[in-house]
C-alpha cells in the first residue's frame, strides 16, 4: 500500500532554515506528482508546492516563492522541501502528498515551528 515517511521537522529561529524529507513506498514514484500541503493552527491544510514525475516542473504558492524549494530523487523514492527565510507564519504541520486516480495518499506530517 501506498506509505509515506517523513522527517525534517523541528523548531527554527525566524530566519532559519530545513529541509523536509518524504520517503515514498508502495507505488511508482516516478510516474506521479508530488506535493507539500501545510497545515497552520487553527487553519485548512494548503496546497505549499508540487512538482511533476520528472522533476522538470514546479509550481508554489505565492507566500513561500523565492524561499521554498521542491526537489525530487527518483532513485530513492524521494521528495524534499527546503525552507528558508522561515517566518513565524510558516508554522505547521507539512505533509507529503500524492494522488493517484481519484484517491489522494498523505504522510503523517511533521511539525515545523519557528519561533524566537
Known amino acids: 500500500q501506498v506509505q509515506f515517511v517523513e522527517s525534517g521537522g523541528g523548531l527554527v529561529q525566524p530566519g532559519g532554515s530545513l529541509r523536509l524529507s518524504c520517503t515514498a513506498s508502495g507505488f511508482t514514484f516516478s510516474n506521479y506528482a508530488m506535493s507539500w500541503y501545510r497545515q497552520a493552527p487553527g487553519k485548512e491544510r494548503e496546497l505549499i508546492a508540487s512538482i511533476t514525475g520528472t522533476g522538470s516542473g514546479t509550481i508554489y504558492v505565492d507566500s513561500v516563492k523565492g524561499r521554498f524549494i521542491i526537489s525530487r530523487d527518483n532513485a530513492k523514492n524521494t521528495v524534499n522541501l527546503q525552507i528558508s527565510s522561515l517566518k513565524p507564519e510558516d508554522t505547521g504541520v507539512y505533509y507529503c502528498?500524492?494522488?493517484?486516480?481519484?484517491?489522494?495518499?498523505w504522510g503523517q506530517g511533521t511539525q515545523v515551528t519557528v519561533s524566537s
Open positions: 502528498n500524492t494522488r493517484i486516480l481519484v484517491s489522494d495518499y
